[in-house]
């Protein structure tokens, strides 16, 4: 059973710049959430799609946007990069209970660096 | 909003050593809690998370934490060190919205295993 996958593992763009992440959730699982690792730091939320809605938003500029496709994949765009996007983008994927348990399983994450 | 405290960025222990990991958290209701380690380079994986039920909980690799309501603390324990235990550790509450949970993580605690 494969776990959450994201592609891809690194990137490099420059300032201005747009880039897409993409992530596959594990199987069986219906819900997608997007987080942002500085160096240093904790995943920040981003955002959260179900169902191929976004549910759920973090303190993130619109220039950070996603989609969740039919099979549960989901995409993370980030238009207008900035230098300060550098970071750890991790994709989590959990079975929407209703009842705030849910346990996130990450993927690996994709390492951005802007120049 | 929840928040999470982990005291201490850095914690240093001999291989074979008691591991103490602090988290603290604030929640105005009752707080599911996760424990989460991350290996350089890598997405983090579940070690164990408190929802309802008994306050001591048994995670993977020999890891436990209590959940003591009294103290808002949540910190994470192992009897006995060992050097694959070296990593960074986050301890995250849930925060659910109409059911949509995301992740509150702290800012991390690197653990280092001397031999």
């Known amino acids: 059973d494969a776990g959450v996958t994201q592609s891809p593992t690194h990137l490099i763009k420059t300032r201005g710049q747009q880039v897409t992440l993409r992530c596959s959730p594990k199987?069986?699982?219906?819900?997608v959430s997007w987080y942002q690792q500085a160096l240093g730091q904790g995943p920040q939320f981003i955002f959260q799609?179900?169902?191929?809605?976004?549910?759920q938003r973090g303190n993130f500029p619109d220039r950070f946007s996603g989609h969740q496709f039919p099979n549960y994949s989901s995409e993370l765009n980030v238009n207008a990069l900035l230098l300060g996007d550098s970071a750890l983008y991790l994709c989590?994927?959990?079975?929407?209970?209703?009842?705030?348990?849910?346990?996130?399983?990450f993927g690996p994450g994709t390492r951005l660096t802007v120049l | 909003a929840q928040s999470v405290t982990q005291l201490g960025s850095h914690v240093s222990v001999s291989e074979g050593a008691l591991v103490l990991l602090r988290c603290n958290y604030s929640?105005?209701?009752?707080?599911?809690l996760f424990w989460y380690v991350q290996y350089p380079n890598q997405g983090l994986q579940l070690l164990l998370k408190?929802?309802?039920?008994?306050?001591l909980v048994k995670g993977i690799n020999g890891f436990e934490a209590e959940f003591k309501k009294s103290e808002t603390s949540f910190h994470l324990t192992k009897p006995s060190a060992h050097m694959s235990d070296a990593a960074e550790y986050f301890c995250?509450?849930?925060?659910?919205?109409?059911?949509?949970?995301?992740?509150?993580f702290g800012t991390g605690t690197r653990l280092l295993v001397s031999p």
């Open positions: 989590a994927s959990s079975l929407l209970s209703g009842a705030g348990t849910d346990t996130q399983y």
């Open positions: 199987s069986g699982h219906d819900t």
């Open positions: 799609y179900y169902e191929e809605e976004e549910r």
């Open positions: 929640s105005s209701v009752p707080p599911y």
């Open positions: 408190y929802t309802t039920g008994a306050t």
């Open positions: 995250a509450v849930s925060e659910s919205n109409t059911g949509f949970q995301k992740l509150v």
